[in-house]
């Protein structure tokens, strides 16, 4: 009899099927390949990783196959992630998806018994299907002997070990991350102030992006008179349409609906950042439409930012780098420009020329040290070696290590004093302003990147008066904008 039982179990291990579908364990049902369009379309903007709500359903339900109807719940109020039923993807809502992941977790806890598992399986017809649904999400394959609640916990029990980096696995692909929930840092007018994506509300898909530079910059260009649209998504791409009406009448432009398009350029894609990202939006005005617009060129605007849930305050970097430095390698791009009077558009006070080439580093670093400094390191072969030095009490310094340039070049720069406050507003009307901001991302105890932004301006000469603007400026200045993208190196005793 033991031999036919044994001959039985096996029997019942190939034949029994909770439902049909994907019985893999891979999450590719028998009608073809999962492609998560949301994240294609997504990836086309930024690395950054991104698995809204409706992707976490949509991923599940695809592991569950045709047996996702069997688990369904009536929907709730919130309706997360709801979407169409269909053959494939079953009829199945985050919240469903995020209690069977729940369910698998507590399945696979050493703390759940034998006699919870049966309570629970024989409770009712559909706390057994999840049950049985959170199974199959941790082992396509195995199948259920008998269906009964006590063999089904035994088995449990049996192979909870083997269970643990599936749940990993598991846990990984169902944790969300709606790039709704991103906070970039950029300026508007030297203002610090904030960029954001903003998504479809069901399925967490890019569709266009706000931030206030927009107005800043049609106002500068058109007058105050200006209404800035919607930034709309151009398409399944990176470019977004800035749309603005001119309402000045004085205008030349006065009435007119005019489009600019603006490149979102991620850099952090190219170091695998997941959390956080760092690059320019470029607003193209020499591909406006309109007379004269070829003259006013590209604005680049640069941004840092990240996941708010994933980023770590500064008091908490403290004191996990209270024992050893924490610090980040990774890329810094950006630009230093001087301040030409015979350059710009007709009627202007000259126009900003930058260096040739840009500035760019793809070994630069940003250290944060166990008393609270922070400081970022660049080695920009055409210009100069730099540090930006943001110390405890939040004051700033600029520090130019090495020059590449000669005294007599117009973007010949030396050090910043020390104790810099930092500045909301960088203007040209003083001697030196600076801007050192920072973000830091990982999980609780492990941060894993890092995103930086350093502004210094430099002005001296003779002052002169701006009558159209009311103001004094100063004869010369030199900008440096310089962005930063970082993976942290492992810790010393790591």
Known sequence: MKKLFVLTSVLALAACAFGGGDKSGTGVPPSGGY?????????????MVS????????????????????????????????????????????????????????????????????????TSSLDKNKIKAALKLLDGMWCYVGGSASETA???????????????????????????DVEF?????????????????????????????????????????????PIMRNGNTNSFIEHFTVDEETSPLYGQTISVPTEYVSYGRQLGLRYSDFGVLRTDFMNAGFEGAEDWGVWQTPFIGGY???????????????????????SAKGDISYHDWEAGLPGSTGADIPLAGGLNDDQATLTFTGDGTQIFTADFTNWAQIQAVKAPDGTN????????????????LESSPAGLNEGDYIT?????????????????????????????????????????????????????????????QPQSGD
């Open 185 to 229: 840092k950029t300026e508007a007018g030297g203002v610090l102030t904030t960029l954001v994506f903003n998504v479809n509300n069901t399925t967490g898909q890019v569709e266009s992006i706000e931030y206030p530079h927009a107005q800043e910059i049609m106002d500068e260009y058109i007058g105050s008179d200006v209404t800035v649209g």
């Open 428 to 488: 040209y009307s003083g001697d030196h302003q600076m801007q050192f901001i920072t973000g830091y991302y990982g999980n609780a105890d492990t941060p894993t990147e890092a995103v930086g932004l350093v502004k210094y301006g430099h002005q001296w000469g003779d002052p002169y008066y701006v009558e159209a603007e009311d103001r004094w400026d100063i004869e010369n200045h030199l900008q440096v904008v310089v962005g930063f993208g970082g993976l942290a």
């Open 154 to 180: 035994e088995r449990v029990l049996q192979r909870r070990e083997s269970f643990q980096e599936p749940l990993a696995e598991l846990q990984e692909k169902t944790e969300v991350f709606n790039l709704r």
């Open 308 to 330: 708010t849930t994933k980023q770590l305050a500064n008091d908490d970097m403290r004191v996990l780098a209270a024992d050893n430095d924490i610090v980040f390698t990774g």
């Open 397 to 412: 310094q600029f520090v130019v290590a090495h020059s590449y340039v000669d005294s007599d070049s117009p973007y010949y």
């Open 51 to 122: 698995n809204s709500e409706y992707q976490v359903a949509r991923y599940v339900a695809n592991k569950l196959g045709e047996d996702a109807a069997d688990v369904n719940l009536t929907r709730g109020a919130s309706n997360r992630g709801a979407f169409v039923p269909s053959p494939t993807i079953g009829n199945l809502d985050y919240d469903t998806a995020n209690e069977l992941v729940q369910i698998a977790a507590w399945l696979v806890d050493d703390t759940t018994s034998e006699a919870d598992i049966i309570s629970k399986f024989e």
């Open 35 to 47: 492609v998560d369009t949301v994240r294609e379309s997504n990836s086309v903007i930024t690395g």
